[in-house]
C-alpha cells in the first residue's frame, strides 16, 4: 500500500467504533450460526427420507454443477462488482434459510390440506401450484428487500437485484435437488440420471429465473425517482416472481411430460430471453453512468482518452485488463481490475449522490476513491 494513500479502494477514511464492530461481528456469527442450524435441520429431515447413502449422492449431485453457475451468474456484474459477503450472504441464505422456510411452510400447507380434503393428492397439488411459489418465492425475496433498504450503497439498480436474486436462487435450487437427486437415487440409477439432466442441465436456472423478476422490480425501483414506481416495481415483480412460478409448477404437476414441455419452450425459454435483454439494457445503463460521473475526472486530466474509453465499455475493460497481464503478469492484472472496480465506484457513489441517496460521509467517501485511483493510475502507467 502507497504510504501517502492509506486507503485502499473502496475503503473510507472514516471508520465505525470499535464497539459498534464487535456488535457487527457479534450480531453476523450469530446469524452466521442461525442459518447453518437451520441448513442442518432440512439435510436431517431429507436424510429421514431419502436414507445416508440418498442424501449423499444428492449433495454430491447438486453441488458439483453449483460453481459453474456461479461464475455465469457473476459474469452479469461487469461494471461495479458486489461485495463478496453480500453475494456469500445471499446465496447461504437461499441454501439454508430460505429452503428451511419453505420445507417448514409447504409441508404444514399440505397437510392441512390433504387433511381437509381426506386427499393426500390434492394436498400434494396444492403444495406445488400454490404454496410453494408464494412461500418460496417470498423467503428468497426477503434477503433482496434486507439488501434493498440497509445497503443503499451497494444496490444501484436492475443488474445489483438481478445478482443477488441469481445468487438466493441458485442456493436454493441447490438444496432442493440434494432432495430430489436424493429420491432419485433410491428408485434406480437411470431416475437418478433422468432428474439431473431434467433439472442440472435443462432448467438449471429456474429459481434465478424466478427471482430476477423481484431483484429487477426493486432495481427499477431504485434507479427512479417516481413515488409511485418505488412503491409498485418491486410489488409487481415478487408479483410476477410467484405467477411465473406457479406457472411452472402447474405444467408440471397438472399436465405432465407434454405440459412439461409447451412451458419451458413457450414461458421458460422466452422469460429467460427477457431477462438477458433486461441486462442487456442495464447494462449500457450503467456503462453510461461511469461515462458521465467520470467525466469531470477526464476533463481534469486524472485520466486519459484512452483510459476514460476503456472505463466505460466492457469490452474496453476486457482489453485493458488483459493489457496489463500481458506487460506485467497477475499484479498489473489485479491493479488494473482494482482501477476499473474503483472508477466504477466513484461514477456511482456520485449517481446516487445526484439521485439524492447519500450518506453523511459523502465527501470523505469519494476523496477515498480519489485517492486510490490516483495510487491505482501511478502503479499502472
Known sequence: MNPQNPYAPGMLPIKPAGHR????????????????????????????????????????????????????????????SEPFWMLATA???????????????????????????????????????ISAPIVEESAKALILFVFFFAKRDEFDG????????????????MTENIQYYGRAALEAEQGLTGVFILRGTIAPFSHPLFTSLTGTGLGLARQSRNTFVKIITPVMGLLSAIAL???????????????????????????????????????????????????????????????YQRFCTIRGRFGSNFNAFSRGGWEKWRASRQLNQTASELAFHR????????????????????????????RLR
Open 21 to 80: 464492530n464487535a456488535i457487527k461481528i457479534v450480531l453476523s456469527v450469530v446469524a452466521a450460526l442461525i442459518g447453518v442450524l437451520l441448513g442442518l435441520i432440512v439435510l436431517l429431515l431429507i436424510g429421514f427420507e431419502t436414507g445416508p447413502v440418498g442424501l449423499l449422492i444428492g449433495i454430491v449431485t447438486a453441488t458439483l454443477p453449483v460453481p459453474i453457475y456461479l461464475v455465469l451468474a457473476l459474469w452479469i456484474d461487469r461494471y461495479e
Open 91 to 129: 446465496f447461504f441464505w437461499g441454501a439454508l434459510v430460505a429452503v428451511f422456510i419453505a420445507y417448514l411452510f409447504n409441508t404444514a400447507s399440505s397437510v392441512m390440506v390433504a387433511l381437509m380434503t381426506d386427499s393426500r393428492e390434492a394436498g400434494q397439488t396444492f403444495g406445488a401450484v
Open 158 to 173: 436492475v443488474v445489483d437485484g438481478i445478482v443477488y436474486a441469481a445468487m438466493a436462487g441458485l442456493g436454493f435450487a
Open 245 to 307: 412460478h406457479s406457472i411452472w409448477n402447474v405444467s408440471i404437476v397438472v399436465f405432465g411430460g407434454a405440459g412439461f414441455l409447451i412451458a419451458y419452450l413457450l414461458i421458460m425459454v422466452p422469460a429467460f430471453v427477457i431477462i438477458l435483454i433486461v441486462i442487456f439494457l442495464a447494462l449500457r445503463r450503467e456503462g453510461q453512468i461511469v461515462r458521465d460521473f467520470l467525466l469531470p475526472d477526464f476533463q481534469s486530466g486524472m485520466f486519459t482518452p484512452d483510459e
Open 351 to 378: 449517481s446516487r449522490v445526484a439521485r439524492g441517496i447519500s450518506s453523511a460521509d459523502a465527501r470523505e467517501r469519494e476523496a477515498a476513491y480519489q485517492m486510490a485511483l490516483h495510487d491505482l493510475l501511478r
